[in-house]
């Protein structure tokens, strides 16, 4: 339906309490076609996190990529696009609760180029919040309520004139920033914060370990306090809206004076770009357009 007549109750659950589940997709405009990234992980990730929840919602693949498929060709983009289908319930029902609800599927895309300035490093603090614990809300999940916990660390790193904010757990190690995962290169290695840490299952994470895989760049997973932060040579965010990213400054210790991409994050970044380029990876879905 057109974007303007797409109405929902002001008294609806989701929007009271946050009980969405979301995913954010991009499609990249080359050739006259649409090349989707990881389609087919970004549905698994919600149907994992359906079953987190335990939101009563049956999220067939087929049904999912055709709903995708079928509004891109409707919108017919002509430049790169953000794809954000989310589950929703519009009951107007009082208790906090995922299940007996009515939910349903939404699709909604926009245009998207950059998410931040790509030509410098990003200026981060260490937030005071801590990230939310996965023994209260599920990191792996991500759940529209949980997304507060991001704002409150956005906000204060904007008040502080910075651009983002890394978070810590409750054992002080620091696991992602507020809405992308988190590699260091220290001593040339690259480090993330192991899988079960207090983070999502962020698919540009994985696609960058690939990568790292087929270039024989040694990296580990293991716990990452501030120290090791101050002192890395790059510290890198991947997500799907910033994709690899580097910093200038963290807590006002600067990491990359040079304020340009060091080694790990160019060749990344190099990998990524032919990745689209190319369109042939098995990780891309072709929609052509008119
Ligand atoms: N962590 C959080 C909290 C996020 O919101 C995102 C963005 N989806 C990521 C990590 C990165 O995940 P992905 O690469 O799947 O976009």
């Not at 890198?236 to 004076?257: C, E, K, P």
Request: with cysteine.
């Amino acid at each position: 339906m057109p974007y303007n007549e797409a109405k929902l109750p002001l008294a609806m659950h989701s929007l009271q309490y946050g009980t969405t589940c979301f995913t954010g997709i991009r499609g990249y405009y080359r050739d006259k076609g649409l090349l989707i990234f990881r389609l087919k992980d970004h549905w698994q990730r919600l149907v994992n996190n359906v079953k987190i929840a335990g939101i009563p919602f049956t999220l067939d693949w087929d049904f999912f990529q055709d709903t995708i498929i079928g509004l891109i060709k409707l919108n017919n983009p002509t430049h790169d696009i953000y794809i954000r289908p989310f589950l929703f319930a519009e009951n107007e029902a009082l208790s906090p609760r995922f299940d007996g609800l009515d939910y349903q599927l939404a699709v909604y895309v926009m245009e998207m180029g950059d998410y931040y300035d790509t030509t410098r490093g990003m200026k981060l603090i260490t937030s005071t919040w801590k990230k939310n614990s996965n023994a209260s809300i599920p990191s792996k999940a991500k759940l529209g309520g949980a997304y507060v916990n991001a704002a409150l660390a956005t906000t204060e790193a904007h008040r502080l004139g910075c651009d983002d904010a890394l978070m810590m757990n409750e054992l002080n190690e620091v696991v992602e920033a507020s809405v992308a995962n988190i590699a260091i290169v220290y001593k040339g290695e690259v480090l993330m914060p192991d899988i079960g840490e207090e983070q999502l299952e962020g698919i540009t994470r994985d696609t960058i370990i690939s990568f790292l895989q087929e270039e024989n760049i040694p990296f580990r997973y293991g716990p990452i306090d501030r120290s090791l932060v101050y002192t890395c040579d790059e510290l890198l965010l991947l997500g799907t809206a910033s994709q690899v990213i580097f910093t200038y400054s963290i807590d006002g210790r600067v990491i990359n004076s040079e304020n340009k991409p060091g080694k790990i994050c160019q060749i990344l970044r190099d990998k990524f770009k032919k990745l689209i380029d190319e369109g042939k990876s098995p990780w891309l879905t072709r929609v052509d357009l008119l």
